[in-house]
């Protein structure tokens, strides 16, 4: 009995692994394209709701229409909002293809590799 339980823990927790290895490279895929020299920009956002929207649409204006080529994408990640911020950012998101939304923790991932490949 002992045993049956030891094995369903390790499989489990390699279920697990295999997962979390699988969720990084989606969002690494899905919210970058690192093959691309440019600048990207991330703004990160925490209980803003109200003033989100006005803030968001003047950057992103002074970005998509001004001479900015460079910028290649803008990362709008949310730290764990109490408010509804994250569906702010999402509403971005499907107008304007521009746009990468993420979570802070997918973000920090991210973030994470790309430190990694490049040392």
């Given at each position: 009995?002992?045993?049956?339980?030891?094995?369903?823990?390790?499989?489990?927790?390699?279920?697990?692994?295999?997962?979390?290895?699988?969720?990084?490279?989606?969002?690494?895929?899905?919210y970058?394209?690192?093959?691309?020299?440019?600048?990207?920009?991330?703004?990160?956002?925490?209980?803003?709701?109200?003033?989100?929207?006005?803030?968001?649409?003047?950057?992103?204006?002074?970005?998509?229409?001004?001479?900015?080529?460079?910028?290649?994408?803008?990362?709008?990640?949310?730290?764990?909002?109490?408010?509804?911020?994250?569906?702010?950012?999402?509403?971005?998101?499907?107008?304007?293809?521009?746009?990468?939304?993420?979570t802070?923790?997918?973000?920090?991932?991210i973030?994470?590799?790309?430190?990694?490949?490049?040392?």
């Open positions: 009995m002992l045993d049956f339980i030891l094995n369903t823990l390790v499989y489990i927790l390699a279920i697990y692994g295999i997962i979390e290895i699988i969720k990084t490279v989606y969002y690494i895929m899905e970058t394209n690192l093959s691309e020299d440019g600048i990207y920009i991330i703004i990160a956002t925490k209980n803003q709701e109200g003033r989100l929207e006005g803030i968001l649409r003047s950057i992103l204006f002074k970005i998509m229409y001004g001479k900015e080529d460079e910028i290649k994408k803008v990362i709008l990640t949310d730290l764990s909002s109490k408010d509804n911020t994250f569906n702010v950012l999402k509403k971005f998101k499907r107008e304007n293809d521009y746009v990468a939304v993420s802070w923790k997918e973000c920090k991932e973030i994470d590799m790309i430190d990694k490949t490049e040392k």
